[in-house]
């Protein structure tokens, strides 16, 4: 069975940088498109980015657009997120995803869209 494995959280200082990648376990992996969703304490999952696997067609939330930005690797059959100019805010567990279909844009933010889930990465923004 293909697992989601997340790598790359840990603290960084407000206004840094930090890379998050996201492999999936075997070669079978088939994707029509990955996402980034993260969780911060007492509060909802939300989304921060995605990529559509065919074509690199990427979406992001408000709250990351011009901050973060999501590439994939087909190969290596994995997905990263280099984050910039964090802030306090961007602090929680990180999320990827994995969806068997393509996504349009406007699904991308869905996470009843993707099937297929990671055990998440903490990222901790000190102010």
């Known amino acids: 069975q293909v697992r989601l494995v997340e790598s790359g959280g840990g603290l960084v200082q407000a206004g840094g940088s930090l890379s998050l990648a996201c492999t999936a376990s075997?070669?079978?992996?088939?994707?029509?498109?990955m996402g980034w969703f993260r969780q911060a304490s007492g509060q909802e999952r939300e989304f921060v980015g995605a990529?559509?696997?065919?074509?690199?067609?990427?979406e992001y939330s408000d709250s990351v657009k011009g901050r973060f930005r999501t590439t994939r690797e087909i190969t290596k059959r994995t997905m990263n997120l280099q984050m910039n100019t964090v802030k306090p805010e961007d602090t929680g567990m990180y999320y990827c995803?994995?969806?068997?279909?393509?996504?349009?844009?406007?699904?991308?933010?869905?996470?009843?869209?993707?099937?297929?889930w990671g055990q998440g990465t903490q990222v901790t923004v000190s102010s």
């Open positions: 075997e070669g079978t992996f088939r994707s029509g498109a």
């Open positions: 990529i559509r696997w065919r074509d690199g067609t990427t």
């Open positions: 995803a994995a969806s068997e279909k393509p996504l349009w844009t406007t699904q991308m933010a869905s996470p009843e869209q993707y099937n297929l």
